[in-house]
């Protein structure tokens, strides 16, 4: 059984070093030069640390920090076209892929929030406090750590690692953290518009104690996010979708409690959601009005 289990950690550890990623090539339409960074071309770059706090789609609340290359320094060596590039296409040497938009890496601001996880440690469905943020960039990390935000426990295992800040308290960033990064792409196409939440029922009138239920396309990475007070909805309103769809299986004991339904409807209200994810720009806000009907009364001499 020993020699099993020292196999088996072998392969573990060995299986993590040949993952990891000894290049980074950036290309694409939306660069003048298109160029490939070798790990010691990397080292001898600036090198920036920050602590980054994170929400993945499971969902639970994690510490990470980073050291390595800022993201904007390596596509500025490439040449990008900034008036050009609209989106880029990360890929892992395992294929994993993820693609952001300009606007959302650079033009949105990030931010790492100290008490994210106020509310609960580990609760990434509970709001945290968002005060006290304090702003960070997106990086290409040579050494990082995962669940900690603590620099001594940093390493290779995960070189190349994107990171980055969160837009708000309850975005959800951990699965736009791309492990083995080899590739970037920059390209200039524009990014397609996410699609608009529906809802269940979708508004009229309805029996008083009604509950709605919200969805879209894939439910996953694309999160609605949705008002009760006639206000538009943004990434700093409540989130519906907290669990991915990826993970419902594994959680069908709490996804009821968790990706609850907006109600009771006891009064006439009008719930506006939006879809908001990356990749793509966010959807048009979906606008449901509901009118709760009278209900007759029985008096004691009428049924």
């Given amino acids: ?13 060995t299986t993590s070093v040949l993952a990891a990623s000894d290049s980074l090539e950036i290309t ?6 298109p160029i490939v ?5 990397l080292k001898k770059m600036e090198q920036h640390r920050y602590v980054y706090s994170c929400i993945n789609t499971w969902p639970t609340k994690k510490w990470y920090v980073g050291e390595g290359v800022k993201l904007w320094d390596l596509l500025v060596k490439a040449g990008i076209k900034e008036n050009e590039a609209k989106h880029l296409r990360f890929t892992s040497k395992d294929s994993y892929t993820v693609t952001l938009t300009i606007k ?11 008490n994210f996880k106020t509310g609960g440690d580990g609760d990434g469905h509970l709001p945290g406090d968002p005060s006290g943020k304090i702003e960070v960039e997106p990086i290409v990390a040579l050494i990082s750590v995962e669940g900690s935000d603590n620099p001594d426990y940093m390493n290779d295992l995960n070189t190349l690692l994107l990171m980055m800040g969160q837009r708000a308290v309850t975005e959800q960033t ?25 809802a269940n029922p979708p508004g009229g009138t309805v029996a008083p104690g009604t509950m ?18 006639g206000s538009d909805p943004d990434l700093n309103s409540p989130i519906y979708n907290w669990i991915a769809s990826r993970w419902w299986a594994a959680r069908a004991d709490v996804l009821g409690n968790i990706n609850h339904p907006i109600g009771p409807i006891n009064e006439d ?19 449901f009005k509901y009118e709760v009907a009278d209900v007759p009364k029985i008096t004691r001499e009428g049924h």
């Fill in 28 to 33: 694409g339409n939306g660069v003048e030069n």
């Fill in 174 to 198: 951990g699965n736009l953290f791309v492990k083995y990064l080899n590739k970037i792409e920059v390209l200039t196409e524009k990014p397609e518009k996410w699609d608009a939440p529906q």
């Fill in 104 to 114: 959302e890496l650079f033009q949105d601001q990030r931010y790492r929030f100290p």
């Fill in 37 to 41: 960074f070798t790990l010691d071309d």
């Fill in 269 to 287: 209200t009008i719930i506006k959601a939006i879809t908001i994810g990356p990749g793509k720009e966010d959807s048009d806000i979906a606008i």
């Fill in 212 to 229: 709605v239920t919200l969805s879209n396309l894939h439910s996953d990475d694309d999160k609605i996010y949705y008002t009760t007070d």
């Fill in 1 to 13: 059984f020993g020699i099993i289990l020292a196999f088996i950690l072998f392969f573990t550890l």
